[in-house]
């Protein structure tokens, strides 16, 4: 399903961005809110705002006669982040803020030396909560310093990513994706002017089983509980449906940087369709040039310099978030990924994303006001 590009698609942080939602909900009154907006969330009194982790606009095109409930919604796609990656996507929809500004600026990144799993929190060594607190590494408040409910997977609370992009929020956890919907409405009758709701059967499915059957059956079983929270609304409240980024199908095109990169390469980060390098001393010129020469044919070889000029992050770029980038990325162009084997997980990935791709950036953001 992956989409070729000649250039990547950077993002649009000043314009239609997943960064801009929970700015222009929490910050703006209805009917003041970003012209980008829907017009079903220009007015609502109560907005529900639904992350479908990895549900691309692409995806969502292909598969819009398995999925009524959210094709009847308003809207069109908006841009993601870079990289395209859960972690940073999260962050940066509940911040409000570009990567360049809270620091998450990818799945495993750099911290202090150690290049720690942001999701996991966790090095090769084990949980790094200690050495490096979540609070420091990502400071920004999220949803504007408001108290929000949050309905996750209750398994989710207190884990130390929760910590970095969730922390003041009030966790309302559900045990099964039954119970979201349950526990979405109880929230807007109790009056929450703002809901927030995490649910990521969709990516999950995507990256153990690729696009297929059971990526279909994920569709429809996630759109009837698009559906379920549609008829938890009351007059005034709407429903926003975004996601964090989309996929590309790439199963067995996993291969490793060549010979001649990793001569000067002393660790690599990030993930496998934006693999960051990270240069011996002295040798980043090197690097970008046996990555280009190895690499480009399927590849966008970009160095750390390139992508701050051209704000793939975001502008300004905080010390500490490019302190945490590596000296030369790949950015898979084609339905590659870039092998590195300390970035394991407990089974292969068949649909994979971080790159900057139409498929992977282009997301949705559909809404529906309830009126009656």
């Not at 990144?109 to 200690?130: I, K």
């Not at 607190?133 to 999220?142: A, E, S």
């Not at 995490?198 to 509980?225: N, P, Q």
Request: proline residues 7%.
């Amino acid at each position: 399903m992956s989409e070729c590009s000649t250039f990547p698609v950077l993002p649009d942080y000043r314009g239609a961005n997943v960064c801009g939602i929970v700015p222009g909900v929490l910050g703006c009154a209805p009917g003041a809110r970003p012209s980008w907006f829907p017009e079903a969330l220009q007015q609502a009194r109560q907005v529900v705002l639904m992350v479908l982790d990895g549900l691309g606009w692409q995806q969502f095109l292909t598969h819009r006669g398995l999925v009524p409930s959210l094709a009847s919604m308003q809207g069109g796609p908006i841009t993601t982040v870079a990289p395209t990656t859960t972690a940073t996507a999260l962050t940066s929809i509940t911040t409000g803020l570009a990567p360049a500004e809270h620091g998450i600026v990818g799945y495993r990144m750099e911290v202090a030396g150690d290049v720690v799993n942001t999701l996991r929190w966790s090095t090769a060594n084990g949980d790094v909560r200690r050495q490096h607190v979540p609070r420091d590494v990502q400071p920004v408040p999220p949803f504007l310093g408001c108290s929000v409910p949050v309905v996750s997977k209750v398994e989710l609370e207190g884990s130390a990513f929760s910590e970095a992009h969730l922390r003041g929020a009030r966790m309302v956890g559900w045990r099964t994706a039954s119970g979201l919907a349950v526990e979405v409405g109880r929230q807007l009758r109790a009056g929450e002017p703002f809901v927030y709701a995490y649910y990521d059967g969709i990516d999950k499915v995507a990256h153990e089983r690729g696009f297929g059957e059971f990526y279909d059956a994920e569709l429809v079983a996630a759109d009837r509980l698009v559906g379920d929270v549609l008829e938890q609304l009351e007059p005034g409240a709407a429903l926003a449906v975004i996601a964090d980024h989309g996929q590309v199908h790439v199963g067995d095109r996993v291969f490793s940087p060549a010979a001649e990169v990793l001569a000067a390469v002393r660790h690599q980060s990030g993930e496998g369709r934006f693999r960051w390098l990270h240069a011996r001393p002295g040798a980043t010129r090197d690097l970008l040039s046996a990555a280009t020469e190895a690499h480009g044919d399927v590849a966008w070889v970009v160095s750390r310099e390139q992508m701050i000029d051209e704000c793939w992050f975001g502008a300004p770029m905080a010390p500490p978030a490019a302190g945490r980038l590596g000296d030369v990325a790949l950015v898979a162009r084609e339905a590659v990924s870039f092998d590195e084997p300390a970035d394991t997980g407990p089974f292969r990935l068949i649909c994979r994303h971080g790159s900057m791709t139409p498929d992977e950036v282009l997301v949705p953001l559909l809404a529906h006001l309830e009126t009656t």
